[in-house]
């Protein structure tokens, strides 16, 4: 009667175990007819990744530690920061510049924060209204720089004013370095900045707008100290004047679609492959859906550049049955393994008109074509396995 039990308990492990046995076989087989996405749920993310950021900015710090910058994130009259180790799963860091201050020579509209990291030292610019205005005007944009220790700050600017004043409103700063010798570029704002072209004729005989204003990008050689410039600014990238080029339709959406009358070039960023130099950008309206990224490529760091026959390499794609509009102000993330990055942000059906950043994978194929593999909202490769 003592062995009735022990009989009867190995019994119960051996059919729990078949039954075990044929749920794994089962399992495998099911995963076997998967593709590597669906079997490895583990190693895949989705975007929007979860920060609310606008014009986002990841600094690769180096040791498989990444840093996120933008605008808003809950920053006041400044810039928070995110910190991550495998660039999807990112940890709130808090205020790391704050302006606005008395020594400060910025007020507000704080945007557009790019941080570099140069002998140890991290050197924030970043995008902001001018405190010194004696004309008053709305749009007083200027460019900055603030350093620290630390990714995390606190950032400290490092002059009691802008980096230097080219005479009108500035934002969207990028650095690029090579041989010793640093590059600013920006973006010249619309505001009073009115430009005749065919798509300004076309819109005005409508009756929609007395007149178009525009964005420029221009770049310009730093001082070393980052102190003012050295040299004048040079006109690298501005929209079509004429409706039969190339790029008119997609750089012209804010107008022709009747959002704003002004028509962007902005959120410029540079980058070199192979003795070819590279800038994204974005065209219309930041608020907008129509908000979209392309590129140009050039011989040198100031160009001249020539704009690419696939753009827009990055738009809405709610005209496709998805749900992304609004995505922008890109930058670029370069790992360690040799593979980029774009890091933008755009808008869902379930964000509204709040900003999020979005995470995708972008290549340049052999005949020198950029190409961005976004956006995305469905289970992609995680950037680092």
Not at 54 to 80: E, H, Q
Not at 228 to 253: F, H, K, N
Not at 320 to 344: A, S
Request: charged share 25%; aromatic share 14%; with cysteine.
């Amino acid at each position: 009667m003592k062995r009735k039990p022990i009989v009867k308990g190995i019994l119960i492990i051996s059919v729990l175990y078949l039954v075990a046995c044929n749920n794994k076989r089962q399992q495998n087989a099911e995963t076997d007819s998967k593709t590597p996405l669906e079997s490895f749920e583990a190693g895949t993310y989705s975007n929007p990744l979860d920060v609310e950021f606008g014009d986002p900015y990841i600094l690769n710090d180096g040791d498989g530690k990444y840093y996120m910058y933008g605008t808003g994130g809950g920053a006041k009259d400044g810039f928070a920061a995110y910190s991550s180790d495998n660039l999807v799963d990112w940890k709130f860091e808090g205020q790391v510049y704050r302006g606005n201050t008395e020594d400060s020579w910025a007020s507000k509209f704080f945007w557009a924060p790019e941080v570099y990291k140069i002998d140890r030292k991290y050197y924030m610019f970043f995008s902001a209204q001018w405190k010194v205005n004696p004309t008053n005007e709305e749009e007083n944009f200027m460019i900055g720089v603030a350093v620290s220790d630390s990714p995390t700050g606190p950032f400290e600017e490092m002059y009691d004013q802008p980096v230097f004043d080219p005479g009108y409103p500035i934002i969207d700063a990028n650095v690029y370095q090579e041989d010793g010798r640093y590059y600013l570029y920006y973006s010249r704002a619309c505001y009073k900045h009115p430009v005749e072209s065919e798509v300004a004729d076309w819109a005005k005989e409508k009756g929609w707008y007395d007149e178009v204003e525009e964005s420029w990008v221009y770049g310009v050689e730093l001082k070393p100290d980052f102190s003012g410039v050295i040299g004048e600014p040079v006109l690298c990238l501005r929209p079509p004047l004429t409706m039969d080029d190339d790029q008119a339709e997609w750089e012209s959406r804010s107008v022709t679609k009747q959002e704003i009358n002004r028509r962007w070039t902005e959120g410029s960023v540079i980058f070199k492959h192979e003795d070819i130099y590279y800038i994204m950008y974005s065209s219309n309206y930041y608020a907008g859906e129509n908000y979209a990224v392309g590129y140009a490529t050039g011989p040198s760091p100031l160009g001249p550049f020539t704009k690419a026959a696939n753009n827009p390499v990055l738009e809405l794609n709610t005209h496709k049955g998805g749900e992304v509009t609004g995505t922008g102000h890109n930058n670029i993330v370069f790992l360690d393994n040799g593979e980029m990055y774009c890091v933008y942000h755009g808008r869902t059906k379930a964000s509204g008109q709040d900003r999020v950043v979005f995470l995708d994978k972008m290549e340049i194929k052999e005949d020198g074509t950029l190409v961005v593999h976004g956006p995305t909202t469905t289970a992609q490769s995680l950037p680092l396995q």
